[in-house]
């Protein structure tokens, strides 16, 4: 094939837009040598490549690995492939020869039918590409999300939950309900969902909880019994790490009361926190 599609959707892919010039040109150049491959987005053999590009084989290798780091395209095996080739470059023209010869095969058939044929067929082509472009562009905005989502962990598994939850239907609602966590004192506490979490229990639905936004009081409720109380500490060792290094004057309840909501709340704690904790509460250690 001697072309493929360039969206302008690219100029809001921040994947491709953190790319250096010279990387980004690397880049077109193997979306061309895709094309010209024909095999669903796979790269040649490294030699042929190289000489489509006129470059050494190490000089190549060391381009190819940066382009996967950066999740543009994918090794598999002993060869690479572009990533989501066949989400973006779908092959709209395969059934051109057989349509062909149908179409002449019904205007001898029934020639006072021809545009009625044809009409129909231009129909059906026009909802498929629709139904295509909506697939891709929804698709595309997981990049979107991605970026935006502070919890950077299970990538692959929340792009699988991304296409199997959202719609074009509902996608504005998800960026809309993002927003929302976006400002909540839970997310500014460094307390976040796993992702793929996020997106199967449909949690763009909601508010973030009421009384993690200081609506709620535990004023003469003793402070190991406070729920509270492992929530504002979990936040002290978000904002500052150090304090994991430091002596911890808990009380015994108060100590159990954090490890308990560390532990049930785990998968939504960030990375970092995480590790902090760890070092906090050596009873985590095998979580």
């Known amino acids: 094939m001697d072309w493929f599609r360039f969206y302008t959707r690219a100029l809001d892919n921040a994947k491709i837009q953190k790319l250096s010039p010279t990387l980004f040109k690397d880049w077109v150049n193997v979306m061309c040598i895709a094309a010209e491959n024909e095999k669903d987005g796979e790269l040649p053999d490294i030699d042929r490549y190289c000489f489509r590009v006129r470059i050494s084989k190490a000089k190549a290798m060391r381009k190819l690995k940066s382009l996967v780091d950066s999740g543009l395209i994918d090794r598999v095996g002993d060869h690479f492939q572009v990533h989501d080739w066949k989400d973006w470059q779908y092959n709209s023209d395969t ?3 057989r349509v062909r010869k149908h179409r002449a095969k019904k205007r001898q058939e029934h020639p006072g039918n021809v545009s009625v044929e044809r009409s129909r067929n231009a129909i059906e082509q026009n909802r498929t590409e629709q139904n295509r472009t909506e697939g891709a562009r929804e698709t595309f905005r997981f990049e979107e999300f991605w970026e935006r989502y502070p919890n950077k962990v299970g990538r692959d598994k929340a792009y699988r939950m991304w296409l199997s939850v959202i719609t074009a239907a509902n996608v504005a609602e998800v960026f809309a309900g993002l927003e929302r966590w976006e400002k909540s004192e839970r997310w500014n506490r460094k307390i976040y969902h796993d992702p793929v979490n996020w997106l199967n229990e449909k949690l763009w639905e909601d508010s973030p909880p009421a009384e993690e936004a200081g609506q709620s009081s535990s004023a003469g409720v003793p402070e190991w019994q406070s729920p509270p109380y492992p929530v504002r500490h979990l936040a002290a060792l978000a904002r500052d790490p150090e304090l994991a290094n430091q002596q911890n004057n808990e009380s015994p309840r108060a100590r159990a009361a954090v490890i308990a909501h ?3 709340n785990w ?4 990375p970092e926190l995480q590790a902090t904790v760890k070092r906090a509460y050596s ?5």
Do not use: G, I, Q
């Open 267 to 270: 998968d939504e704690l960030s």
């Open 262 to 264: 560390a532990r049930e």
């Open 95 to 97: 059934s051109t020869e």
């Open 283 to 287: 009873e985590l250690e095998d979580v």
